[in-house]
């Protein structure tokens, strides 16, 4: 008797995992692209990101620069040119420089793997720094 109940309770343990495992599959998993199949939370791009969010955390653009100073990753730069920002930044990262700014910007986030905060926090998304347009098709950077 004892060996039939538990024959039992493994038949219907095996059945009910089937029908579970069958309904996870009848729904297709979208995934949350920001501004395509989820809210975009960051629609200004760099500074929706890059700002003082408290005294002691300031992740705004010039901030980020004075600390690569420090670590001397990146030269000077006078303030005149952080006013118009991140279009400012394309002054010395134009596309067909020594350092285009997609390559910078792409190094910085999107390498390193999880130890990267942008991949963990941010699931590395594309479109939290690039918008659609879903007329043309176009893709751009939002901010530039
Ligand atoms: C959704 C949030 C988000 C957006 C949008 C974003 N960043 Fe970042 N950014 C981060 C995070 C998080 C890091 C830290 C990455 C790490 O852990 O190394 C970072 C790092 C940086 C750094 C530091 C690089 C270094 O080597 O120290 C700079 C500079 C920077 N971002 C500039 C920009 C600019 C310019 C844009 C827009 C074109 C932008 N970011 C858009 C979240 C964001
Ligand atoms: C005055 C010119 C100048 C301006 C303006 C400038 N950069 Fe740079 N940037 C450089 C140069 C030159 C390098 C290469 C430094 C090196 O490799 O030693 C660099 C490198 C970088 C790097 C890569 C650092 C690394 O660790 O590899 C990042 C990220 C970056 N810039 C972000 C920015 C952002 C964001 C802005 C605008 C807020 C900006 N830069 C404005 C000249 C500039
Ligand atoms: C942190 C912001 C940021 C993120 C995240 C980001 N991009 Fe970009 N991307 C830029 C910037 C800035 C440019 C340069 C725009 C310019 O020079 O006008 C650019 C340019 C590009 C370009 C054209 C230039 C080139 O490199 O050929 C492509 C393609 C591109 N991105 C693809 C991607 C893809 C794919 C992802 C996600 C895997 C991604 N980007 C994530 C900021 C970002």
């Given at each position: 008797m004892r060996s039939r109940a538990v024959l039992a309770v493994i038949v219907i343990g095996v059945l009910l995992t089937s029908v579970v495992a069958a309904m996870a599959a009848e729904q297709p998993k979208v995934p949350a692209i920001p501004g395509i199949t989820a809210e975009d939370t960051h629609p200004n791009g760099c500074t929706d990101c890059h700002r003082k969010v408290s005294p002691d955390k300031d992740y705004s653009l010039p901030t980020e620069i004075a600390n690569m100073v420090k670590a001397g990753t990146h030269p000077k730069v006078s303030e005149r040119m952080m006013k118009d920002l991140p279009k400012q930044c394309?002054?010395?990262?134009?596309?067909?420089?020594?350092?285009p700014f997609a390559q910078v910007m792409h190094k910085a986030h999107l390498t390193g793997g999880a130890e990267n905060h942008f991949i963990s926090n941010y699931q590395g998304q594309c479109m939290n720094c690039h918008q659609l347009d879903p007329k043309t098709g176009s893709i751009s950077v939002k901010g530039l």
């Open positions: 394309l002054t010395c990262h134009k596309p067909d420089s020594k350092h």
